[in-house]
């Protein structure tokens, strides 16, 4: 019997919490994010596209606010791209290297326009790792998990770092 109410007692408190973590406050309804900028020098094309639609959609999965434009927003989320070095990352026998490493660096800014405040200014970088071969797409791959992990990271900092 004990075993059955304590149970019960679980199931009940364990459907009272969230575990979204999201601890946006009640003004800021929208958000806008316009194009990053790329100032890494890295000449990959489509970067700061590929990076700002990333983020767009995490924040579009999320819910925790809406995308607006700039003019219309409650807050922004401006970006720069500072960074992305192609290094190796393991060098087998003989000196060859074997697998590279692509970091992308990215300085934020996010700014309460209802109150005019500026609530996170800092810089958030990751990286994905690729074996050399001839294949294009397994670098590209590679910077797309970069970019993923940087989203979720940005995402995750901007909802719930109050």
């Known amino acids: 019997m004990k075993t059955v109410l304590f149970i ?23 958000i806008a994010i316009p194009l990053f900028d790329d ?3 890295s000449g990959e094309p489509d970067l700061r596209e590929k990076l700002t639609n990333k983020l767009i959609d995490k924040f579009r999965q999320d819910n925790s606010l809406t995308i607006a434009d700039k003019t219309n927003s409650d807050s922004i989320l401006e970006g720069t791209i500072v960074a992305m070095p192609d290094q190796p990352q393991v060098v087998a026998k003989g000196e060859t290297v074997s697998k590279r490493r692509i970091t992308i660096t990215v300085k934020i800014a996010y700014q309460d326009m209802k109150l005019k405040k500026k609530i996170i200014d800092k ?24 970019i993923d992990k940087l989203s979720e990271d940005i995402l995750l900092e901007t909802v719930s770092g109050w």
């Open 123 to 146: 810089q958030f970088s990751r990286w994905g790792d690729y074996d050399l071969s001839s294949d294009p797409t397994i670098r590209q791959k590679a910077i797309d998990d970069a």
């Open 8 to 30: 019960f007692i679980i199931s009940v408190f364990t459907g009272c919490y969230s575990f979204t973590g999201a601890s946006v406050p009640t003004h800021l309804k929208t």
């Open 39 to 41: 100032q890494s020098g």
